[in-house]
């Protein structure tokens, strides 16, 4: 297929492009720096200049491809209080790439999740600025196309990983002296290795059914106080307990360190055969790849 990947000088699809290629796909990815362009031809694919404001080029490569895999999303955005402007940004993104594939059956493969029937999880997920788009996402399916929607674990590691929870963390605890969990740290994160996740967005691409829902965890979920203390150890600083009325104080503009953010695991596996084969968010971190950077 011909697939038209955003954000594909990213962390995440630093692993969905080779595995895409691999299988014989061609991928075009979308750069909007000379920078990223050289990281999108590093990885094997071909380049397509331009940014998610210029909703015409993206339509026009939509149109051209079999299927979009939609990666791109302004998280700088969210520690800097711009989480609804960036939300609704993504929003006029996913509508020009649903409105381009509308009536086609082309692929459109977002991140997202879908109503669960949980009461409490589905308020969770509608008080996410991003729900408008995982829904919008969702309702082209009525539309003609081949929608997929892909729940990436909050933690999704590897040696290219640099902006994400566990880089948050190490920051932070190096600017404060201590590695620091929410009262008893026992709020747990999902986690998954990138080429683990790579591989599934290639499953994804070649056998989910119409409007699925995929969820790329590998791990169902890690205490917090668990990274916490191996972020210490590596440091070499103490991991503490940060009273929930301090964690804003203390953990600045990154929000999620007191949130419980686990995922089921095994549905997507039974779906598609997909298996997770690398090594767990743990024993990630005591490889000290995470460390390596002063």
């Known amino acids: 297929m011909r697939v038209f990947v955003t954000g594909a000088s990213g962390h995440i699809a630093s692993a969905v492009v080779p595995e895409l290629i691999d299988a014989g796909h061609e991928v075009t990815g979308l750069a909007r720096s000379d920078a990223s362009a050289a990281v999108v031809k590093a990885l094997g694919a071909e380049v397509r200049r331009g940014d998610l404001d210029d909703l015409d080029g993206l339509r026009e490569a939509a149109a051209e491809a079999d299927a979009v895999v939609h990666l791109a999303f302004d998280h700088d955005a969210v520690p800097a209080g711009r989480f609804a402007e960036a939300a609704a940004a993504d929003l006029r993104v996913a509508r020009t790439f649903g409105d381009a594939l509308a009536g086609t059956g082309k692929t459109l493969i977002g991140v997202g999740l879908t109503p669960t029937g949980d009461s409490k999880l589905d308020a969770a997920i509608e008080a996410n600025p991003r729900s408008a788009v995982w829904r919008e996402i969702a309702a082209y399916a009525e539309r003609g196309v081949r929608t997929v929607l892909v729940a990436i674990p909050p933690v999704t590691h590897s040696a290219r990983d640099r902006i994400g929870f566990v880089p948050s963390l190490i920051d932070i605890a190096r ?69 929930a009325d301090r964690a804003t104080e203390h953990f600045g503009g990154f929000p999620f360190a007191g949130l419980d953010l686990t995922m089921p695991v095994g549905e997507t596996g039974r779906l598609l055969g997909w298996e997770p084969v690398q090594v767990g968010l743990l024993a990630d971190l005591e490889d000290g790849h995470y460390f390596a950077a002063a």
């Open 175 to 243: 600017a404060k002296g201590v590695s620091g969990y929410v009262g008893d740290g026992s709020n747990r994160w999902a986690a998954a290795h990138a080429l683990d996740v790579g591989r599934l967005y290639r499953l994804a691409l070649e056998k989910a059914p119409a409007s699925a829902q995929l969820y790329a965890a590998a791990e169902e979920g890690i205490t917090v106080r668990e990274i916490a203390e191996s972020i210490g150890r590596h440091l070499g600083v103490p991991a503490v307990s940060i009273p």
